[in-house]
T-cell receptor, first 110, second 114 residues
Framework: LAKTTQPISMDSYEGQEVNITCSHN???????ITWYQQFPSQGPRFIIQ???TKVTNEVASLFIPADRKSSTLSLPRVSLSDTAVYYC???????????FGGGTRLMVKP | DAGVIQSPRHEVTEMGQEVTLRCKPI?????LFWYRQTMMRGLELLIY????????DSGMPEDRFSAKMPNASFSTLKIQPSEPRDSAVYFC????????????FGPGTRLTVL
């Protein structure tokens, strides 16, 4: 079961790029890496998923090195509304349990 | 689609009482997940279903917890008897895949056991 490790918290300022790294040293060959965002009093919301190299969508980019033992979520030009908890998740379809780690609390300041 | 629907949104009960939480997943989603979130333990997966069949319930804390999915549009999570340590926010989520991809979470049920 792949365990994830993330920084507990990060601070940033509006307009900056934020990179949040997640370690998953025992990731399995068929595991995908997924990131979620959670605002207070709401359920988590899917941001992005990847398997290797780089994935980009309209809100974020996900960078995965060749060994896949870590991944980095990149949020370009954050705003105050990006203040939230960000979770890294490693899982596959083979029936293993999906484990959300402790998450990273991002605070964006004006 | 209205998204994942959960009821009730809030539940306050007394220790020893039975609690039933309900979830309606998004139509067409084959996977349904039940999570519990607390400040101390974070977000924990309790059980998940694929095509109405429970796949892994190893996250269910003990025999007091049970979950069913009688059809593709309805699931329940029952706690009997409830205890104060069960107080948490319980989320239901659904997805087309089981590998973490794009799970849609409901608004959650905030359970308080006195």
């Amino acid at each position: 079961l792949a365990k994830t490790t993330q920084p507990i918290s990060m601070d940033s300022y509006e307009g900056q790029e934020v990179n949040i790294t997640c370690s998953h040293n025992n990731i399995a060959t068929n595991d995908y890496i997924t990131w979620y965002q959670q605002f207070p009093s709401q359920g988590p919301r899917f941001i992005i998923q990847g398997y290797k190299t780089k994935v980009t969508n309209e809100v974020a980019s996900l960078f995965i090195p060749a060994d896949r033992k870590s991944s980095t979520l990149s949020l370009p030009r954050v705003s105050l509304s990006d203040t939230a908890v960000y979770y890294c998740l490693v899982a596959n379809n083979a029936g293993n349990m999906l484990t959300f780690g402790g998450g990273t609390r991002l605070m964006v300041k004006p | 689609d209205a998204g994942v629907i959960q009821s009730p949104r809030h539940e306050v009960t007394e220790m020893g009482q039975e609690v039933t939480l309900r979830c309606k997943p998004i139509s067409g989603h084959d996977y349904l997940f039940w999570y519990r979130q607390t400040m101390m333990r974070g977000l924990e997966l309790l059980i998940y279903f694929n095509n109405n069949v429970p796949i892994d319930d190893s996250g269910m804390p003990e025999d007091r917890f049970s979950a069913k999915m009688p059809n593709a549009s309805f699931s329940t999570l029952k706690i009997q008897p409830s205890e104060p340590r069960d107080s948490a926010v319980y989320f239901c989520a659904s997805s087309i895949r089981g590998d973490g991809y794009e799970q849609f979470f409901g608004p959650g049920t905030r359970l308080t056991v006195l």
